[in-house]
């Protein structure tokens, strides 16, 4: 008997029911299920945080599907302190190390605090993709009292808490003080505070300002003594205990978590068992974006791939498919890498709308339903116009100032695109192409196994155009070299065409070579060659 598909056939179709047996066998409330993400404050939201928030919201949408009432948390940490000057920013921002970033003034002067600016970015771009959310600020949970009954468990269980940390990450930090940051009143640091002592009857912690050593740099306390009251936003707790607060007190039913906190989620875990006597939220865990070099991307290590970045060359779909495609495993990801998935959009819309036949039943309903949560179930009556990126970007790249966009259009109504005439969205892919063509001359090749023959082709085509000619020369080059060969012209063109351009038929490939480079294109076939 064939495997029954679940849902839409996606893995957030069967992590919600997932979700939906553990928490029925737990005997919970299931009038509302609730996901969450947290959205770190401290400096520019990457891919990565957004992927966050892409995967918690795919998860709501998935237990709406299944019929139950569903919401997303968007919380931030915005009363964490500033422990190290992200890259890009100025060393100006050292003197505000170790405050809240919620209490650092904005760098540019249109936000409250730095803190705000930061995560009023990430906001943003959930806003230009369509995802829904309740936001919740750390800064104003903590004023409003929201964490004040969990809180005082933790304090007045903190051995027991020290204990659980001792034992799961080895840290015996929190088996001499309290697990909790409170703001001093004197030097307005937060991380340079050591909490000794919970007065119960009155909600307050005692603490020393005494300094602490972050990532490497000494925070020198002030020497104040004072008393933080935990009802209002006059401290927070550390980040071994938080989530399991956050996620009672908010009652979160599943958030996901990448392996870099995996210690905290375990320590957490415990804390909703053994001190809250709660089942803690279902988890899944993922990797994290790298780099082309190999390198976590990250706020603080000066290699922020952010959300406005792709935006400037491709659609939030795209970037939505990304983030959805695959929910494990670590990947290698560049700017240069947004065409590739607005092609690989278009061809997962051409498989919801039945024009690529051939797919068995299972993975035909696996790549719609993906396609469906991409489009976060907001799908049009009828595809796009699938332009190739590599075509507009070439066009782009000839395409007169002042009148760019009549320029493509007309150029591509001549390659038998844009029938419907100007749409807002072939409009928008114009645009795309247009920064692209400004910013870049990479050309994304599009992966296509070559026989022998073709690849002999390729090679000579490589050789030749390391010598200089003209735009005759190239075309000639062409036919000749698929008749030494024997490879029909217009099937060698057609190769050509399907690697560089992405499509089987395009603009001669003389004025191509040249509007593109010779080496961008050379470098595109010698990775053909080599897949």
């Given at each position: ?9 996606t ?18 409330n299931?009038?509302?299920?609730r996901?969450?993400s ?18 918690s ?31 890009g ?21 249109c ?102 050593e ?6 020198e ?21 938080e989530?399991a ?51 976590k ?20 779909h ?9 929910f ?13 998935y ?39 009556s ?8 590599n075509?507009?970007?070439?066009l ?54 070559l ?20 735009e ?7 036919f ?44 595109a ?7």
């Amino acid at each position: 008997m064939p495997d029954k598909i679940i849902g839409h056939g996606t893995w957030y179709d069967k992590t919600a029911v997932k979700i939906v047996e553990r928490e029925k066998k737990l005997g919970r409330n299931m009038d509302l299920i609730r996901t969450e993400s947290g959205l770190g404050a401290s400096g520019f939201p990457h891919i990565g945080s957004f992927a966050d928030c892409a995967r918690s919201y795919a998860v709501t949408l998935a237990l709406q599907e299944q019929g139950y009432k569903s919401e997303y948390i968007a919380f931030a940490d915005d009363l964490d302190g500033l422990r190290k000057v992200p890259a890009g920013l100025p060393d100006s921002l050292s003197k505000h190390l170790g405050y809240p970033v919620t209490s650092i003034p904005d760098l540019e002067g249109c936000h409250n605090s730095f803190g705000e600016h930061m995560t009023s970015l990430l906001l943003e771009s959930l806003d230009q993709s369509g995802i829904k959310y309740t936001f919740k600020s750390a800064k104003k949970s903590y004023e409003q009292g929201l964490f004040t009954e969990q809180i005082r468990t933790i304090l007045t269980n903190a051995q027991q808490v020290g204990e659980i940390v001792k034992d799961e990450v080895g840290q015996e930090k929190f088996v001499e003080v309290l697990p909790y940051f409170a703001i001093c009143a004197n030097c307005g640091r937060i991380y340079t505070t050591k909490a000794h002592t919970f007065l119960e009857d009155e909600n307050k912690v005692l603490y020393t300002c005494e300094g602490l050593e972050v990532r490497g740099k000494m925070l020198e306390g002030c020497g104040h003594k004072g008393e933080a009251d935990i009802t209002k936003a006059e401290g927070k707790l550390g980040w071994k205990v938080e989530f399991a607060v956050r996620w009672n007190a908010l009652d979160i039913r599943f958030e996901p978590f990448g392996k870099d906190i995996s210690d905290s989620v375990r320590v957490n875990d415990r804390i909703c068992n053994e001190v809250f006597h709660w089942a803690p939220p279902s988890h899944a865990r993922y990797e994290m974006y790298l780099d082309k070099s190999g390198k976590k991307i990250s706020k603080s290590a000066g290699n922020v791939f952010t959300p406005q970045v792709w935006f400037r060359y491709g659609a939030p779909h795209s970037l939505l498919l990304l983030t959805l495609k695959r929910f494990v495993g670590a990947r290698s990801l560049s700017v240069t890498d947004i065409p590739q998935y607005m092609n690989e959009f278009d061809e997962l819309e051409d498989i919801y709308f039945g024009k690529k036949p051939g797919l068995d039943k299972k993975e035909k309903a696996k790549l719609s339903g993906l396609y469906k949560y991409c489009c976060l179930f907001n799908i049009p009556s009828e595809p796009g116009v699938h332009v190739p990126y590599n075509l507009l970007t070439f066009l782009a790249k000839l395409a007169p100032e002042g009148s760019e966009v009549d320029f493509v259009f007309e150029k591509l109504q001549g390659y038998g695109y844009g029938k419907e005439g100007l749409t807002d969205d072939l409009k928008q892919r114009i645009g795309y192409a247009l920064n692209w063509s400004k910013d870049f001359s990479e050309i994304t090749e599009k992966a296509v196994e070559l026989n022998e023959q073709e690849r002999a082709a390729v090679t000579q085509l490589i050789d030749a155009l390391q010598t200089p000619a003209t735009e005759e020369e190239i075309q000639s080059a062409v036919f000749n070299i698929a008749k030494s060969n024997n490879i029909k012209p217009g099937k060698f063109f057609k190769v050509l065409y399907t690697v560089l351009l992405g499509a089987p038929q395009g603009p001669r490939l003389g004025p191509y070579v040249l509007a593109m480079g010779k080496e961008n294109v050379i470098d595109a076939l010698k990775r053909a060659t080599k897949s």
